[in-house]
């Protein structure tokens, strides 16, 4: 599989939502159709990047990135992927803190899962 051009997925790159749109429509992201806690039908979320129970009971609350690199991250899933994309162009360290507005130490974790999960 070769890598995509950014002419044709750039656009993934400038707001997060559509960033999510995309992994949407890729498959990378789901969103739940039955909740974790209580076993009813939730209903998704995906500008707020979560879904909610509906039932009254339980409206328990879980993140479209469950499950996924993106959990757990403070950083829009745009700058991730930028800087994967970035990553796996061989780009420098140096130019993906400067393009994804990552802090040094911030770059440096990130790259080092990349490398683990790619290679």
């Not at 044709?8 to 969103?31: K, P, R, W």
């Not at 328990?60 to 990135?65: A, D, L």
Request: hydrophobic letters at 40%; glycine letters at 6%; one cysteine or more.
């Amino acid at each position: 599989m070769s890598m995509p051009n950014m002419m044709n997925i750039g656009h993934i790159f400038l707001t997060e939502s559509a960033c999510l749109e995309y992994l949407i429509d890729q498959g990378v992201l789901t969103i739940p159709t039955f909740c974790d806690t209580c076993g009813e039908e939730g209903m998704g979320h995906p500008k707020l990047k979560l879904y909610q129970c509906t039932k009254k009971h339980c409206r328990s609350k879980q993140s479209i990135f469950k499950g996924t690199f993106f959990s757990n991250s403070r950083i829009p899933c745009n700058k991730i992927m930028l800087a994967a994309y970035k990553f796996l162009n061989k780009d420098a360290s140096s130019s993906i803190v400067r393009e994804c507005g990552f802090t040094r130490p911030t770059a440096a974790a990130w790259l080092g899962f990349f490398r683990y999960i790619f290679f």
